[in-house]
């Protein structure tokens, strides 16, 4: 059982369009982490979020941490082919360990 | 910056045989981690070592075992490998555990066993 749920599992969009990922879970962590991983590569951190609500933008990518500190949200405004990858949030809890998603894989179409 | 380095790339093995997995990070990071990739499941870890000469188990540790051999390499060993480890292995360092700061992942070992 997956500690972390998120959703869609696969997103396939035409460059341009906006998309949004959820990560979901029943558990509050103390923070949150999200991470882009391509092909034949390990998962490059893209944002930690700490405080519950808190929002933090990276050029065209918004991350939302949940008020209550269980759910995230990764948004990316106007996708281009280069943000195609395998997206992860991990949580970290009390013991500050990680705890991955499945992923969600995104594929921009030119 | 050669970061997190993982050897080998790929790895072929058949059922019962014994490997290493080599990990070695340049950051002068305390804490090390292995974990394994497997479709639809995310990343789960293995082991860690929080510092230099403690090692701690994750949510996956049988059949493996691991060694801190100093503060920049953390090896991960296969004793009779079984085809349920056929996966993905990533190696990650960060500075300090316990934290909330990111950790740094190497580009993983491709284990196919037969």
């Known amino acids: 059982t997956q500690l972390l749920e998120q959703s869609p599992q696969f997103l396939s969009i035409q460059e341009g369009e906006n998309l949004t990922v959820y990560c979901n879970s029943s558990?509050?962590?103390?923070?949150l982490q999200w991470y882009r991983q391509e092909p034949g590569e390990g998962p490059v951190l893209l944002v930690t979020v700490v405080t519950g609500g808190e929002v933090k933008k990276l050029k065209r990518l918004t991350f939302q941490f949940g008020d209550a500190r269980k759910d995230s949200s990764l948004h990316i405004t106007a996708a281009q082919p280069g943000d195609t990858g395998l997206y992860l949030c991990?949580?970290?809890?009390?013991?500050?360990?990680?705890?991955f998603g499945a992923g969600t894989t995104v594929t921009v179409r030119a | 910056n050669a970061g997190v380095t993982q050897t080998p790339k790929f790895q072929v093995l058949k059922t019962g045989q014994s490997m290493t997995l080599q990990c070695a990070q340049d950051?002068?990071?305390?804490?090390m981690y292995w974990y394994r990739q497997d479709p639809g499941m995310g990343l789960r870890l293995i082991y860690y070592?929080?510092?230099?000469?403690?090692?701690d188990k994750g949510e996956v540790p049988n059949g493996y075992n691991v060694s801190r051999l100093n503060k920049r390499e953390f090896s991960l060993r296969l004793e009779s490998a079984a085809p349920s480890q056929t996966s993905v292995y990533f190696c990650a360092s960060q500075r300090a555990g316990r934290s909330n700061q990111p950790q740094h992942f190497g580009d993983g070992t491709r284990l196919s066993i037969l």
């Open positions: 070592s929080a510092s230099e000469g403690t090692t």
């Open positions: 558990s509050v962590f103390s923070s």
């Open positions: 991990a949580g970290t809890s009390n013991d500050y360990k990680l705890s």
């Open positions: 950051m002068n990071h305390n804490s």
